[in-house]
Structures are given as structure tokens and as C-alpha cells.
């Protein structure tokens, strides 16, 4: 009879009370549920759609449901049951409580997927946990510029379609139908129990698709992100120790793949004191007189929109008038995807650092309150011989930290938006708002030329420019250059048919034209100083734009090099595989052995210089992206690593997975050597001996 009445109270608070609240936190949480699925189902429609429409690449419906969608349920299903008991919980002190947190959460969920989703079809590549590492300020002016008003209009498209899918969904056809949401708890139940088994798999290399475009297609971009942090997270962890035996092992695995170096100081392992190699020189005059040298960065320069590997024809006639007339590289490549990489890979030959974006953005603290380990650079050893250094960019000068880096090597001049004479130069801007990244290529020149005398004082003197006209979201051409009539006769003009558009945004290719007209504008100026006879020009892209209309996993690093100058004694092209960091070995030799310039013997430089081959030929020994897991991540030889995988590649850049053991576990080794030796020089500063 206890018993009983023990058990009755227990049986009616569980009636009376727990049961309704589970039944009812259940039905409202699974069909929230379910529309978080059919959300993502009409934003991979939307995004589908897109990339049809475009002909952007080849896809099919077993992409859709097999990878994308499958993934992106995936990843919703493993989220809800993660949030399941602490919302059930919160629905028993407060249902509307509950409820209002929920849909914060769903709606955050939404809002990230689509705004990665912008991100993927604007970039070509898939945001990874590098966005950590941006500074807030940082993050203001990416999305202030890259939030053009010409997509507004899609981003209102999306939401209108989203609200109006949901309502129909929600309100139309599962609120009021209980038979059907037991249905949906069934199926939720099933599928929850399949995705607890494949925890491991929301994500899939790149060997598991036929393409890199359907790699970054196919998997869930929020798993891929998450995929990246914890990638970053092992990655820095892994080096916090150095003991002695490990750094003596790595030292020599790379030190024996680097015969090429004389290395000369194991407490630097970088150091190296080789004779300069003079590849360059039978191709230039000598004389004493120093020569001045100018280096242009070009935002998104190109190999598949200039010069001989263009994808449907060069885009830029007048930067391949001076590729015809110079020296340039048909196989060179940036050390980075973005822009980041570019200044302390040209201008030091630095190694990438421990830091997503790069040595540039390296965030340990060094003695004297530097932000930087100590390393020589082509600034500071150029100061030395008595040149005048100058640094030229039309956007804030301090995004990515490049102000605080060549300020910190005592560059001269350092010119960036803040110093434009505003009066006289105006940004040009076809969103028809402020938000732009800033001057566009040909007030940068013009403005830089007005300084021209105030800044050489009759001296040699090293001038670095970096362009953003080709930066997305190409707002920043003079205005003809996007009407149709002025692209089609451009086109016409240059023998390409208008279908260039189906793979290129005519933004884009508006920008390359106008950013092709700056640079010979900048030619044609310079040409009428005295100094024009006695100046190196190096042209050079920060990154590719990462084209995706064929399946070439090097399309985001593969850039131009030209070498252009009146001092050259003729012209040729190079096949040999190179990068950014390869520039300044060769053009400090160059200086040397040609003008008498003198440079210390003690080298850091990572790069083994240009390789000035006249046939394919793949020797050198240099770092991608090592943190990209989209993209290769390292180049040695004719090897490269991509993810976990070694590929070999040969002359058409088709990479091949290598099955041979030996060669692999080699590759592994040095490449995985390097990267310690990478941590350890940046985090003890041991990069270069400090006088």
C-alpha cells in the first residue's frame, strides 16, 4: 500500500508534468529541425544554380545529394543532438526561454552558412579558421568592402526565398499536424542514431572527389571550417617544445635535401653562406653605376588571365608586351593565396611563419617590442648601399600589418590612402558607396609619380608598388570599363569571343583590362624620366584569382614573373619551376655581380633563386600554403604535398598520387623538417644573427 502511494505522486508529476513538456519540446525542436534541412536544401539550390548559370565547372546530381547535402545534414544532426540536453532543459525552467534560444541558435547557424556561402562564390575557396587571426578592424573593412551594393540584390533573393520556403513549411503544412510530426521524430531518431556512427566523417579530402572544385563543393563549409581550427590548433601545439634531439634530426633531413645551401651556423638553421649565383647576369649589361629597381605587386595577376597558359587568350596585351620584351617564367608561383605572402616572401624570402596568414601577421612578442624575428631584407640592404626605399599602395596601409612590417625595416617613404592628395585623386567607385579598398592602380601610379622627384633626390633608389584594382569586388575601374559595348569591342580586339564570360564575372574581367591600361600608363610616364634607362622592373602577381573553370589544384598560386628592364641584353622565357621567394636570391646576385653592389655573405633566404631553365624543369624546394587544406601546401622538386597526400606533377601541372613508398616517406620527411625548422626560427627568433 506504500508503494502505491509512492508511486502515484511519481506517475503524476511525469503525466501531469515532465511528459507534456518532452512531448512538446520535441515536437517544436524536431520540426525546427527539419527546417534547418530544408534551409540548407534551398541555399545548396541557390548556390548550385549559381555556379550552373555561371558554367563555373561541371556538376551532378550525385554531388548534390551524395556530398553537399548529405554533408550539410550531417552536420545539422550532429549540432542538434549537441544542443538537445541543454535545451531541454532550459524549455523545463521556461519553454519561451527555450524557445527564443533556440531560434537564435538556428538562426546563427543559417547566417554563417550563408555568409560562407557568399564567401565561396566570391573567392573560390572556402573559409578556414585563418579568420582568428584578423584583427577586428580587420574583419570591419573586409566586410564593408567586399559587401558591394551590386550583391544586394542577390542577398535579398535569398532571404525572401528563405523566409518564404519556411513559412510554407512551418506554418502551412507541419504546425498543426501531429501524425506528422510523429513521423518526423521517427525520422529524426533513425537519422541521429546514423549520424552518431559517422561522427568522423563530415568531412572528406580531396581524394575522395573527382576535382579541387568539388572538394570545396561537396563538403559542408561549417564542418570544413571547424575541420580547419582544429587543423590550426594541432598545428600549434605541435612545436611547443624543442628538445635538443628533435632539432638536431630535423636539421639534418633538411640540411641533406638542401644541396643548394652551405649551411653554416646550427644554432640559425636557416643560415646559409654560399656564393652568390649570378643566373641572371649574362642577360644584363654591367656597369658601375647602380641601377634603380622597381618592384609591382599587381592584385591577382594571373597566369590563366595572362600570357601563354591563359585559359581562352591573354586578357592583358600591354603586361604581355613587356613579358615578349623581358624575361619572364612560364612555371612561377606565390608562396600564398592571398596577398599576405607577398611582401615578406619578394622583398625577404622569409619563411611562412607559425601563423595562418602568413610571417607578416606573426603575433609573438620579440625583445625591443618588435613584431617581427630579426631577418635581413631587400630594404634594408639596398638602404645600405645608399638607396632611397619607397613603398606605394592605394588602400589602408596597415591591413594585413604591412605598415607596421616596412616600417619596422625603415622603409623611407611609405605611401598608402591616408597620404593621397584627396583634392586631386578620387576613388573611383561603381557601388556607389564608400565602402571600397581604396585608390584604384591608376591614381596610384599618378600619385606616385607626383612624389617621384620629392622621393629619388637623384639617388638609386628601391620602389615597391602594390595594386588593388583586380581585388573583389572589382568596384574600382573608371566607369566604361564595365559597359558592354567597351567590353565586347576589347574583347574583339584581342581575338577572344564574348563566351569569356560564362567562366569569368564581367567585373572581374573589367578590372583586368582597366588595371592592364594602369601599368601602361605607369610605362609611358616613367618612360619620360631620366632614370627609366637605369631601372629593373619586377612584375609579379600577389596571388592568382583562383579560377576554377578547369580542375588545376596550382591555379590559386600559378602567377606571372616578368623582368623588365633597358639594361637587359635580350629577352627569353624560362621554364623552370620558381616562387616569390626565389626572387630576391637572384636579384641580390644580380646587383652584385653586375653593379657592384655588396651584400653580406651570411644568407637567410629560404629561396634557391630563379631557376633560368630553358625546358620543364622542377628542382627548387619552397612552401605553399602549409596550413591550405584546399590547395598544395609545398613544392619540392617535382613533388608536391596536397592535405596528407604527395602528388608528383610534370608541364601541364597534372598532379599524379605518388605510390612509390620510398619516395613518399623522402618527401614526407623533408617537407615535414622544414616545417619544424619554420616554428623554431620564428618562435626563438633564430631566423638571422643580430648584430
Known sequence: MADKITEEPNSRFWKNKLQPKLNSFFQDYVLKVFCLFFIFFIIRVLEYSFISYNKIALITADLFFSKSLNFDVLVILLFSLTLLLPLFLISVFSFRLYSITNSLFGLSIVFINLALTQYFLTNNSLLSAQLFEFSFTDIKDIVFNEFALNRLGFWIAVVLILCLSVFVLFIKVFRFQKKTNSILLIIYSTLSIIALFNVKHTFKEVKYFDSNHNYLLGNSKISYFIESYIRLKEKKTDFNFFSKADLERNIFNYTSVREDFS????????????????????????????????????????????????????????????????????????????????????????????????????????????????????????????????YYYGGWGYFDNVGYYLKEKNIDNFICEENFNQLKYKKNNQSSTNQVWGYNDKELFKQAMDLFEKHTSHKPFLSVYQTISCHSPYNLSEKSYYEDNYLNKKLSSLGISNSVFQKIEKNIVSSIFFADDALKLFFNEFQNKPEFDNTIFIITGDHSFGLTSDNNSFKNFWVPLIVYSTLLTKKTVFKGVCSHVDILPSLLALLQENYGLSFPKEKQWIGSGLDTSKTFNAKNFFPLNLTAMDMPNFIAGNQTLFGKDVFTFDSTLTIFKTTNKNLYSKTIQSINSFSYLNSYVCIKNKIWKSN
Do not use: C, Q
Not at 611582401?343 to 601563423?355: C, E, G, Q, R
Not at 596568414?357 to 634594408?380: A, D, L, S, V
Open 263 to 390: 649551411f653554416s651556423d646550427k644554432a640559425f638553421p636557416f643560415s646559409h653562406n654560399e656564393n652568390y649565383k649570378n643566373v641572371l647576369g649574362n642577360y644584363f649589361i654591367k656597369t658601375n653605376k647602380k641601377p634603380n629597381v622597381v618592384i609591382i605587386i599587381s592584385e591577382s595577376l594571373s597566369a590563366s588571365t595572362s600570357g601563354n597558359h591563359s585559359l581562352f587568350g591573354s586578357l592583358t596585351p600591354f603586361t604581355d608586351s613587356l613579358m615578349m620584351s623581358g624575361l619572364s617564367w612560364d612555371y612561377f608561383f606565390s608562396n600564398a593565396n592571398r596577398s599576405f605572402g607577398a611582401l615578406p616572401n619578394i622583398l625577404a624570402s622569409a619563411p611562412p611563419s607559425t601563423n595562418e596568414r602568413g610571417f607578416i601577421n606573426t603575433k609573438i612578442e620579440y625583445p625591443n617590442h618588435k613584431k617581427y624575428p630579426e631577418h635581413n631584407t631587400i630594404i634594408n640592404l639596398l638602404k645600405k648601399n645608399g638607396y632611397i626605399t619607397n
